[in-house]
């Protein structure tokens, strides 16, 4: 079948199964719009690009399946660099498709040109530079292969105009579609190890069987295998308890008895404490971040480790392992638990029965506090907002936050206990990413509430994407949180810089965000009061058919706690001020 290059690159995506691609027309990719008009393939038309690579991530998120998102050459490829690197950092699997300049103009400075293999290079799993029509059907299968198998990540193909230009001959080309092992073969140096050795896993599971202090620290590994029900198999076997860092929220449930919660600068007090104290860590698709470890040479000093995961580059990074598995953390996990079943199973575990209790004790005194207002405040509390949120809404409804206190806070408050339900940007930390990112989610999960949240300075970043959810009909519920202030930064600026409040202050007023929504086809309302929050929650999840915005003024000089801060030992954590009496004494009788 003849046809030209933009014909093949939709039939292409067609092929690959993809429902929805996330973008933005220009020039350079004006011919593949053409084509897309007779696709059942949906088009979401962004406001900006960064909004489409964030979009495509949200659907990645939700959905597990990879996020495709399309735009133009020169700025619109810079443009999604943030998103691109966003996704290499939590290991999203994103194909992007970027417009370039006609080949023969390519390295010429023409208009709208930029050498977008070399800018993404860093922060791509892959990039291409196709140059061949015949090229492109292949080029695509290598992407998606490449975006969802081994660790997963983002793959960007950048595409010459005059190759899918149907008035230029160079586009004309005959339709093939490769196969599985003509895929493999194009990529021979591409071999992810997915089975864990088994004398390593031997090892691994008579580590876990001895151990009297063990804790599960469970990465986003976990969801990017869909390994949450063979976790839950092992941990249950063994009833050790389970640690979900920031991006593993909901890969363990957070209502089941093992579950510690978040570890990490901001996680709760039980969580760090049981990493810091334990003999055993068992890694499973983590990598030892610093958000994680604090003071890496303070960090778990009676450890020995075990670490799982997909990417052996993690192996031995940051942490020496004393058993270091690479493979896929589903299959490595299902191993692990045969392992530990054939040496008895929950019979054949160490006396934890002391570790238990102190990690009883811990949640018992240090749970996760704050300070309630009275009913007729001018402004209410964010975790109580969250609370509420949480309560007033579906369990599996999908919670897409930005950065800063209130990714933090609806971390710590909301309850995940459905995986794929919590979309975030955790290794890069992008202000701006929770409301593209919910629109996509959305798009992925039409069938679920979903919840972006987001503060005043992330919403500034990126809420023109309203127009695109009011217009593409897609329905995401906005709780942005508004204290006035970069509040992260306000923070560490109070309790590191001597109340030195420099260039944080944004005003609570400037923008009327009421009316900005309102502008941007929403619905909008504001919240000054405790008592008034709940009509407002019910309110927002009743409506259905366009986005909704909630705008809650919020205390400013609310801080997230517990923190460890920079540069400091997981064993040097500050709690909540009303628990600091406390811990003194608990330390003091340490």
Request: glycine share 8%.
């Amino acid at each position: 079948m003849k046809m030209n290059g933009g014909q093949a690159l939709i039939k292409a995506l067609e092929m690959q199964a993809v429902e929805v691609v996330f973008g933005l027309p220009g020039g350079a990719i004006l011919p593949v719009y053409d084509p897309l008009i007779d696709s059942p393939i949906r088009h979401v038309l962004v406001r900006h690009e960064q909004g489409a690579g964030h979009m495509a991530e949200g659907y990645a998120h939700a959905t597990g399946r990879p996020g495709v998102a399309m735009v133009t050459s020169g700025p619109a490829a810079t443009n999604v660099v943030t998103p691109l690197c966003d996704a290499y950092m939590d290991s999203v699997p994103l194909v992007c498709i970027t417009g370039q300049v006609p080949t023969a103009a390519i390295g010429t400075d023409a208009f709208q040109e930029c050498d977008t293999v070399g800018i993404t290079r860093s922060v791509t799993k892959h990039n291409e530079l196709v140059t061949e029509a015949s090229q492109i059907p292949l080029a695509i299968r290598q992407a998606f292969h490449l975006a969802t198998t081994g660790r997963p990540g983002p793959v960007l193909v950048d595409i010459p105009k005059d190759i899918v230009d149907p008035a230029n001959p160079r586009s004309a080309m005959e339709w093939y579609w490769p196969t599985d092992e003509e895929v493999a073969a194009s990529l021979p140096g591409y071999r992810p190890q997915v089975e864990g050795d088994p004398a390593l896993v031997a090892a691994a599971a008579e580590l876990l069987c001895a151990a009297e202090r063990p804790v599960l620290y469970i990465g986003g590994g976990i969801l990017k295998a869909r390994a949450a029900e063979a976790l839950r198999a092992l941990a249950e076997m063994t009833g050790i308890p389970v640690v979900t860092t920031l991006m593993a929220r909901g890969a363990f449930p957070d209502d089941h008895p093992l579950c510690l919660g978040m570890p990490g600068m901001h996680g709760n007090y039980t969580a760090i404490t049981a990493m810091q104290e334990a003999d055993l860590l068992v890694a499973l698709g983590s990598r030892f971040d610093d958000r994680v470890t604090g003071k890496l040479d303070g960090f778990a000093p009676d450890a020995r480790i075990v670490h799982v995961d997909i990417d052996p580059a993690e192996l031995h990074k940051v942490r020496r392992a004393d058993v270091a598995i690479a493979g896929d953390c589903r299959i490595v996990i299902e191993a692990l638990v045969a392992a530990v079943a054939a040496k008895g199973g929950s019979a054949a575990q160490a006396d934890r029965s002391t570790w238990k209790q102190r990690i009883s004790g811990w949640q018992e005194r240090f749970p996760l506090t704050y300070e309630q207002l009275d009913p007729g405040e001018g402004h209410v509390k964010p975790q109580f907002v969250l609370e509420r949120l949480r309560d007033l809404s579906p369990s599996d409804t999908i919670v897409a936050s930005g950065v800063g206190q209130h990714q933090m806070w609806t971390s710590q408050f909301w309850r995940f206990n459905h995986p794929y339900t919590w979309v975030n940007s955790g290794g890069l930390g992008t202000m701006g990413f929770s409301i593209p990112a919910a629109i996509g989610a959305k798009a992925g999960r039409p069938d679920r509430t979903v919840w972006a949240v987001d503060g005043d300075g992330c919403f500034q970043m990126t809420a023109q994407e309203l127009v695109t959810a009011s217009a593409e009909r897609i329905p995401i519920k906005v709780a942005l949180l508004n204290n006035a202030y970069l509040g992260m930064v306000r923070q560490w600026q109070e309790m590191f810089y001597e109340e030195r409040y420099s260039e944080v202050y944004l005003s609570p007023d400037l923008p009327d965000y009421v009316k900005w929504a309102e502008a941007m086809g929403c619905v909008a309302m504001r919240v000054e009061s405790t008592d008034e929050v709940d009509a407002a929650i019910e309110k927002a999840n009743a409506i259905n058919d366009r986005p909704v915005v909630i705008e809650f003024r919020t205390d400013s000089r609310e801080k997230v706690f517990p923190m460890v801060p920079a540069g400091k030992s997981n064993s040097d954590v500050m709690v909540d001020p009303t628990q600091a009496a406390d811990l003194d004494r608990a330390r003091g009788g340490r």
